[in-house]
């Protein structure tokens, strides 16, 4: 039984193609999905560059993007499923994804394996690999066919 799945999105066209398979396991066990979107934390550099105002004022655009991304994701992608909910964090991808899994009790994460950076590690890009090697919850992680 999959009771609880938490899948993790950075809005590229790999994790697209992964959330395919979280949604259809999802409908399968009739889980609860979760989604996540972790908004980069970018180098502390408040009060050095630019005034703290300008900064928040900054982080609550970017804040305010990520959501309307989110919105713009579910109702694309799973409108119609019915124990669908989302959140967005500010942080470390990896660090939160695991958190938030931890959080939820969920039985399993899914991630692409490449995201919107390109990288092309050996493998993986590196969120994918550093939840697979951190996580303690299962993790599918899905290579797009190229
Ligand atoms: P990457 O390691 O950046 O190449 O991304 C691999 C996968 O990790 C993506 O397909 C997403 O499933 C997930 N991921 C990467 N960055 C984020 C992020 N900022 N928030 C949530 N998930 C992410």
């Known amino acids: ?3 609880t799945i938490l899948f993790a999105t950075d ?7 992964a959330f395919q398979y979280a949604l259809s396991l999802a ?10 979107h972790v908004i ?6 408040r009060g050095f560059y630019v005034p703290h105002i300008s900064f928040d004022k900054l982080e609550e655009e970017i804040e ?14 799973a409108h119609d499923y019915p124990r669908l909910e989302s959140c967005v964090v ?18 399993l994460i899914v991630v692409g394996t490449h995201g919107r950076t390109g990288l092309d590690h050996v ?17 599918m992680s899905i290579r797009i066919r190229e």
Not at 40 to 45: A, G, Q, Y
């Open 11 to 17: 809005f590229s066209e790999s994790s697209d193609h």
């Open 40 to 45: 980069s934390e970018p180098v502390d550099l």
């Open 123 to 139: 493998l993986f890009g590196s969120t994918a690999e550093k939840v697979v090697r951190k996580s303690t919850i299962p993790v």
């Open 64 to 77: 305010q993007g990520a959501l309307k991304m989110m919105e713009k994701f579910c109702l694309t992608h």
């Open 27 to 36: 409908r399968k066990f009739e889980s609860r999905l979760a989604i996540i």
């Open 90 to 107: 500010p942080g470390i991808p990896y660090d939160e994804i695991i958190k938030k899994a931890e959080e939820i009790s969920a039985d």
């Open 1 to 3: 039984m999959l009771k």
